[in-house]
């Protein structure tokens, strides 16, 4: 079988060569798939329980590339519910088939089917008695208890529906964990305003997003067989922004009306008359109401001809206009798309809201003035930007799937700089304090995008935005780090690695996207170590930098656990530093010092050498002693050598000298002699 991993750098798979160990508790077989368990893009693989081996269970690998929501893993393994699909525990393993690190959940195996194995299948319609009983009740419960934890399940579609058991008569909900909130989603299952947003654009959502996937997935429960699931998601969205989406997934279906009620209600592209938890746990009570019509956007009077169609709805339009967006700029200049609105659509507050949005953009800012004018269109609608497309929520979870994106982070920043968050909630009649919350960090994260310096920029803001995302630095393209506490024994694969010549040697251990990891997940004071090591680059002081800052996250979070492989690879990083020192032999017992050093597998040691201050002080004081010396003798060998240049001139005035003083000596002594043989 061929995993559906994507893999990295086009290296050869590895065989699978036996179970792979998970936390010394589960044994996982990558030899033995489990296809009908698949939940794209995660693959299924038979799992054992050490400790017991009765226990059903099984493993879903996931794909790094798109990663998974482990953060909430924790708390709904609180969530106990026999109809909810129960989560084991997670890790982060060596999958051989793609020769790299995958993140994998351990979940508990279904021991019935699949409700809808394929979005594609048909099955025997069931009873509405029946669709209440084992979907529409058991899901309320799950969710009431999920929501009040803070977590939405966001994965709920038929094909993620299985039969507690062989018989049929009790149905669980699949997991929630594989992959980031509506992106293993068809539109089918997404509200329309998400259902608008590309699919990694449509964020963390609400209780409204399980909600209307409940609606979507009891139609093809009732029905038995999911409505226009043949179609594409841009053809389902079209149908739906024509008819609305209740009509567009009931079609031609017989529906009750006693399931009408919920139906409508649940499927509702009116966000303040969709039915929230509460409504749905009256109805399944006993509460039953005349069903609502589904009130439609306002349809014009006339056709709005674009692009070869005819629209009539401001939302449609605005769909069509990002579709075909370098056409739009033309109807919005030429004032017909006013006319339209003012005559056909007859929606002064929508006339305002397009004046509005074209006042204070420039004449040459087509993106600009496109951007805010589908804001005013459809207000309830994503942010779009060109081929960027994300709600309010979704905009990081875009930025964060595609940060290595040229394409992708000139889109965000180019939306942020237009502030079209900000014009977005300016056209919202009702703000959800999410929402606004989410503004006030995107707020936060233009300005960290803004500030120049290791550790900031688009990088930053990725991290800063999706908690979730592992850290993304090409220094660990095979592996995964979920957290920060994976972050120091990743290094030390990566050391293996480059002392068995798997990979290139490593230079720097700090990079853009290494540092922005830190800054936002290391939750202690970083700033000092990162401007040393953009100051310095490659000189010592930023070699010692890049030591420091993680010798400080493993003097924090890995106290009792050494890396041997990462302070070889450190030392060797650390050599041009011992090259500060003056002293020859000092080199050589700092060198052998470091070595030792490394051995023992604490960074900080490495640096209690290579950076003593005392020694260094040392160093410098018997280097500066040595050049004065060096220069005195200097400055005696240069006048003795001056002096044996001029020596017959020095003979001259020496023996001058001499001659004078032995000649006043002379005279001296000979006057004493004649004083005293005159005196006696």
């Known amino acids: 079988m061929a995993l559906k991993v994507s893999g990295g750098k086009g290296e050869e798979a590895v065989e699978p060569g036996g179970p792979l160990l998970v936390k010394d508790r589960f044994e996982v077989h990558p030899d033995h798939p489990l296809p009908h368990l698949d939940n794209p893009p995660a693959v299924a693989v038979r799992t054992t329980h050490t400790r017991d081996g009765s226990r ?157 996937a409940v609606g979507a997935t009891a139609i093809a429960l009732l029905t038995g067989k999911v409505p226009m699931a043949e179609k594409t998601d841009e053809e389902v969205m079209l149908r739906r922004l024509n008819v609305g989406s209740y009509a567009a997934l009931v079609h031609n279906q017989r529906i009750s009306l006693t399931m009408m009620e919920p139906l409508r209600g649940l499927l509702n592209d009116d966000p303040k008359e969709r039915w929230t938890l509460e409504d749905l746990s009256l109805w399944l009570n006993g509460r039953r109401l005349s069903p609502k019509q589904q009130v439609m956007p306002t349809k014009a009077s006339r056709a709005y001809s674009f692009a070869g169609r005819d629209y009539f709805t401001a939302r449609e339009l605005a769909h069509a206009m990002h579709r075909h967006w370098d056409s739009a700029v033309m109807p919005i200049r030429d004032g017909s798309l006013d006319t339209w609105l003012r005559r056909g659509l007859s929606e002064d507050d929508r006339v305002e809201a397009v004046n509005q949005a074209k006042g204070g953009v420039g004449q040459h800012d087509d993106d600009k003035l496109i951007a805010r004018v589908l804001i005013a269109l459809d207000p309830e609608g994503p942010v779009r930007l060109r081929d960027f497309s994300a709600t309010i929520e979704g905009i990081g979870s875009l930025v964060g799937l595609n940060v290595h994106d040229a394409n992708a982070r000139t889109l965000f920043a180019r939306v942020n700089s237009m502030g079209l968050g900000q014009f977005w909630l300016e056209q919202q009649r009702k703000v959800d304090p999410n929402q606004l919350r989410y503004l006030t960090r995107m707020d936060k994260a233009k300005m960290v995008m803004n500030q120049p310096g290791l550790g900031f920029g688009i990088e930053r803001v ?134 030792k050093a490394a051995r023992g597998g604490r960074l900080s040691a490495l640096l209690d050498v290579v950076d003593d201050q005392q020694e260094v002080a040392n160093d410098q004081r018997n280097f500066e002693s040595a050049v004065r010396n060096y220069a005195a003798s200097v400055e005696e060998t240069i006048q003795v050598k001056r002096d044996i240049k001029n020596r017959s001139q020095l003979a001259h005035e020496v023996g001058g000298q001499l001659a004078s003083t032995f000649s006043a000596l002379g005279a001296t002594v000979t006057a004493l002699i004649t004083f005293i043989v005159w005196w006696f």
Not at 175 to 203: D, S
Request: with cysteine.
């Open 462 to 595: 990725a991290y800063e935005l999706n908690p979730n995302l592992p850290c993304l630095s090409p220094l660990f393209e095979r592996d995964y780090i979920a957290t920060i506490e994976h972050l120091l024994p990743a290094y030390e694969r990566l050391a293996q690695a480059v002392e068995a010549g798997r990979v290139d040697p490593v230079r720097r251990l700090i990079d853009r996207d290494s540092a922005a990891y830190i800054g936002v997940n290391y939750k202690r004071p970083s700033g000092t170590e990162l401007r040393d090591i953009e100051r310095e680059g490659d000189d010592p002081p930023g070699r010692i930098a890049q030591i420091r800052l993680l010798a400080n996250i493993q003097d924090y979070m890995h106290k009792k656990t050494d890396f041997p492989a990462l302070c070889a690879l450190a030392a060797t990083i650390l050599e041009p530093a011992i090259e500060r020192f003056q002293s020859r032999e000092r080199r050589a017992r700092v060198r052998d010092r470091l070595r």
């Open 56 to 212: 059903q269970i099984y493993a879903l690998v996931c794909d790094p590339k798109m990663p998974p929501r482990l953060d909430i893993v924790s708390t709904v393994h609180r969530v106990d519910h026999r109809n909810l699909q129960r989560v084991v525990d997670w890790s982060v393993l060596d999958w051989p088939q793609e020769g790299r690190r995958c993140p994998v959940v351990v979940m508990e195996q279904p021991q019935g089917d699949r409700v809808f194995p394929q979005l594609t299948d048909w099955r025997a319609p069931m009873t509405e008695e029946a669709v209440t009983r084992l979907f529409l009740a058991p899901v309320v419960s799950i969710l009431r208890d999920m929501h009040a934890l803070g977590v939405h399940h966001r994965n709920i579609r038929p094909n993620n529906l299985y039969f507690v058991n062989s018989d049929d008569r009790e149905m669980c909900l699949g997991e929630c964990f594989t992959a980031q909130p509506g992106t293993n989603q068809t539109a089918l299952f997404e509200t329309m305003e998400c259902g608008l947003a590309a699919p990694a654009g449509r964020g963390e959502g609400g209780a409204e997003n399980d909600l209307y």
